[in-house]
């Protein structure tokens, strides 16, 4: 099985990393501008740190399986005064550039609720245009059992294996591979790529799990309503 690798940016003090090991991925580094949360990195994890998001060469990371990263949320944020790309602390041009360069098979960024009020539809439609399909949630600190609401926006995305780039990708890493692994990856990937497809295995594991441990018991709305995300959109027959 190839190695799940992950890219950590804007990083803070790697919650990401944190869950990205939970679930199997080896992180290769991270990007984080606060000084003091670069020295916790460092003696926590022990990786390359980059401090600068405009600075950091994301073909250095090119075939990475997962990007994740939670771009300054102040210029968003509604409990502040939502300037958008008018702030100077607005990155996520640098956050796409990265993408853009790294070529993930998996992307995850988080912001605050107010990214839906100043650039949700630009970001989404960049990253479709790079190459990926993309799926927002929203899913509050309560959803996890946090004491406060604590809107998120998620911005999941898989690199869309109809994309040019998709296509560019996978050449790219059949040639590097040897002829017997080349073989054996013709037409065997799913629709929503090998990344997506451990992702659904892992959660639907999860939900039986979840379903196990709370029979009989009373949820929360919450929980719920995280139990539903986690199982996902159902399909109806013959669609």
Same mark, same amino acid.
């Given at each position: 099985m190839n190695e799940l690798t992950h890219l950590d940016t804007f990083? %803070?003090?790697?919650?990401?990393?944190?869950?990205?090991?939970?679930?199997?991925f080896k992180t290769l580094a991270f990007c984080e501008s606060d000084a003091r949360c670069r020295r916790f990195l460092q003696k926590t994890w022990g990786?390359?740190?980059?401090?600068?998001?405009?600075?950091? =060469?994301? $073909?250095?990371?090119? %075939?990475?399986?997962?990007l994740t990263g939670g771009p300054p949320c102040q210029p968003s944020s509604r409990a502040g005064q939502q300037r958008g790309e008018d =702030?100077?602390?607005?990155?996520w041009d640098e956050a796409l550039?990265?993408? &853009?360069? &790294?070529? *993930?098979?998996?992307?995850?960024f988080e912001n605050p609720a107010g990214i839906l009020d100043v650039?949700?539809?630009?970001?989404? $439609?960049?990253?479709?245009?790079? %190459?990926? &399909?993309?799926?927002?949630? =929203?899913? *509050?600190a309560c959803a996890v059992d946090s004491p406060q609401i604590r809107s998120r926006y998620w911005l999941v995305g898989f690199l869309d294996e109809g994309s040019d780039v998709a296509h560019a990708r996978y050449e790219a890493e059949s040639s590097a591979q040897p002829e017997p692994l080349r073989e054996r990856r013709t037409g065997t990937r799913k629709s929503g790529g090998e990344l997506a497809d451990r992702v659904r295995d892992r959660r639907d594991q999860e939900?039986?799990? =979840?379903?196990?441990?709370?029979? %009989? &018991?009373e949820l929360t709305p919450a929980q719920h309503s995280w139990t539903r995300l986690r199982a996902g959109p159902q399909r109806k027959q013959g669609t």
């Open positions: 990083s %803070g003090l790697g919650g990401f990393a944190l869950a990205a090991r939970a679930a199997g990786l390359s740190i980059h401090d600068d998001i405009k600075t950091l =060469d994301g $073909t250095r990371y090119r %075939g990475v399986t997962l =702030d100077d602390r607005w990155l550039r990265v993408l &853009a360069e &790294a070529l *993930p098979l998996g992307v995850v650039g949700i539809d630009g970001i989404l $439609t960049e990253m479709e245009r790079i %190459g990926y &399909a993309v799926q927002p949630f =929203d899913i *509050p939900v039986q799990r =979840d379903r196990k441990r709370d029979a %009989g &018991a």
